[in-house]
């Protein structure tokens, strides 16, 4: 038999192996597919998130449809550029509304998905710091105080491009911090605050003010759990005891007493404080309206 000849004998069995691979390996492949969320692998689908997620910002859109686009961008496209400002986006707008649980889950993700030490810190886009969401949220003042204090660079990457500081890790850590201790819950309060420091800038007085409240916070569980052995009730992760007892008693202290986001703001140039009123001068008011 001549090489044409097995050439031609072989050909049935190598069409067959065709067919078995091109029916079993796809197959294998869409099942993998099957389980994980869908990837933006081109522009063209780069462009539809971002036009959904501009949605979000459109005020002819009721507000159950914008709510409604972030949430889509955070659960269909999880690796596109916009996740991670849909959840922060939604997180504040759920703070601003007063629910405290669903701010507390989405920042959490954000912090879990998308700001762990390991992986270079996701950045808010250009067009989420347009937006009254941010410009009205603690970021930009944070962010000003420290161009102020010398910690706004932080940096050269591997391109030699100077990095600048990146305040989101620090301040989503900060607010869920503040958030777990509202709720009781000191032990969560106690490590954000610490990954609020590990994320925060090196020194200074905001470094100083997270120290501060940590402190506050330790304080406070130690005081809970006296608390709790005194009348002999297992600590549940820091919830307040309805029973009483000394530190129960005492009201809780504000832990936004202790970062004064105004005095935290640069002064700008030619820009006065307000001086404080002279002493006595209410009470000479008072004084003449009673003769009058």
Not at 41 to 54: D, I, T
Not at 176 to 205: C, D, Q, T, V
Request: with cysteine; aromatic share 8%.
């Amino acid at each position: 038999m001549n090489y044409r000849d097995r050439r031609k004998s072989l050909s049935p069995i190598l069409a067959a192996f065709v067919l078995i691979c091109a029916s079993v390996l796809p197959c294998a492949g869409a099942d993998d597919d099957a389980e994980k969320p869908p990837a933006v692998q081109n522009e063209v689908q780069m462009a539809e998130v971002e036009k959904l997620f501009r949605s979000a910002f459109d005020e002819e859109n009721p507000p159950a449809r914008r709510q409604q686009a972030l949430e889509d961008v955070i659960e269909q496209y999880p690796k596109s550029e916009w996740a991670d400002d849909a959840l922060w986006t939604l997180a504040q707008w759920q703070k601003k509304r007063q629910k405290t649980d669903e701010a507390i889950k989405l920042l959490t993700q954000l912090a879990d998905d998308y700001l762990t030490p390991d992986r270079p810190a996701s950045m808010l886009e250009r067009f989420t710091q347009a937006q009254d969401v941010y410009l009205k949220s603690r970021i930009p003042v944070v962010l000003d105080y420290i161009k102020v204090s010398g910690m706004f660079y932080v940096g050269e990457d591997d391109e030699g491009k100077v990095v600048k500081f990146n305040p989101l890790p620090m301040t989503v850590h900060e607010d869920l911090a503040k958030m777990w201790y509202r709720k009781g819950n000191y032990r969560n309060s106690i490590r954000h605050f610490e990954l609020a420091l590990n994320f925060g800038p090196l020194s200074g007085k905001y470094k100083d003010s997270l120290e501060h409240q940590l402190a506050v916070v330790k304080k406070r569980l130690e005081e809970y759990e006296k608390d709790a052995a005194r009348f002999g009730i297992k600590p549940d992760e820091g919830q307040p005891l309805k029973n009483g007892g000394e530190g129960a008693d005492k009201e809780r202290v504000k832990l936004e007493d202790y970062i004064n986001i105004e005095e935290l703001k640069p002064e700008k140039e030619g820009e006065k404080k307000p001086s404080e009123p002279e002493k006595g001068k209410g009470e000479a008011g008072e004084k003449d309206k009673k003769e009058k």
